[in-house]
């Protein structure tokens, strides 16, 4: 088949929808797991199909379920969800993998010998990829109590990445953005430390985005798929649920 300028789009779609597609997004509602800090979403019937037509109203804060954090939630004076560019959005993902450390460790925080062994196996972590780490913690699912991990002392214990990590990633291998299963960004354990998040604020800070709350990761090879962060443009949003999926090679 010859592709001329006129069908290579087409053509284009055609392969993508050819391959496997992964959601990557968290069915959410009412019950379930979020931040602690925010109340449970809201779910209104404006109107039924008797009224003739069925609609609802939703309140929800912008960082709940699977959702994308722009740069201004976390740092003064940076870019709203509505600045980021439509193909800053679509990356190359790179999967780490340490589900088997976090099942065994909750407070499981990854190292730059992590990223180092992962590069061994898989070759280097390319620049201006997307890379997400691998926990598992979404097969908790919706269960709250499951998800937030608490301890007697009602403290929780979820796995996340270590500012170092973090620092490596954007810095040495010149990384576009993140994204985890679990609310934070910093290990629930650094977050206590810290008495701040301060690897979400880092990661912010380099005025990019994250994901946070992905799921099905497992579903993904180490290297080599696409995901896209689609969500709406709210006015001046500091993030927002999004439909995260990635197209397989």
Do not use: C
């Amino acid at each position: 088949m010859t592709v001329t300028k006129e069908n290579e789009i087409l053509h284009a779609l055609e392969t993508l929808k050819s391959k496997t597609w992964v959601d990557l997004t968290h069915t959410f509602g009412p019950n379930s797991p979020h931040f602690a800090a925010f109340k449970d979403a809201e779910f209104e019937t404006l109107y039924t199909h008797d009224d003739g037509f069925f609609a609802q109203q939703f309140s929800v804060s912008g960082q709940y379920g699977t959702h994308i954090d722009a740069p201004i939630h976390f740092v003064r004076d940076q870019r709203y969800l509505e600045e980021l560019d439509l193909k800053e959005v679509v990356l190359p993902i790179v999967v780490i993998d340490k589900s088997e450390a976090a099942g065994e460790n909750h407070d499981y925080i990854l190292t730059v010998e992590d990223i180092l062994a992962f590069e061994e196996v898989h070759g280097k972590v390319e620049a201006g990829t997307f890379v997400a780490l691998r926990t598992d913690w979404s097969k908790r699912w919706p269960d709250k109590g499951a998800f937030e991990n608490k301890d007697e002392n009602g403290d929780s214990h979820l796995p996340g990445w270590g500012l170092d990590a973090l620092k490596f990633l954007f810095e040495e291998r010149q990384i576009k953005a993140v994204g985890h299963e679990t609310f934070d960004t910093d290990a629930a354990v650094d977050a206590r430390k810290n008495g701040s998040l301060i690897g979400e604020y880092y990661v912010l800070e380099q005025d990019t985005f994250q994901v946070e709350l992905l799921t099905n990761l497992d579903q993904l090879p180490a290297k080599g798929a696409v995901i896209f962060n689609i969500s709406p443009k709210p006015e001046k949003a500091s993030g927002f649920p999004v439909r995260s999926f990635a197209i397989l090679p």
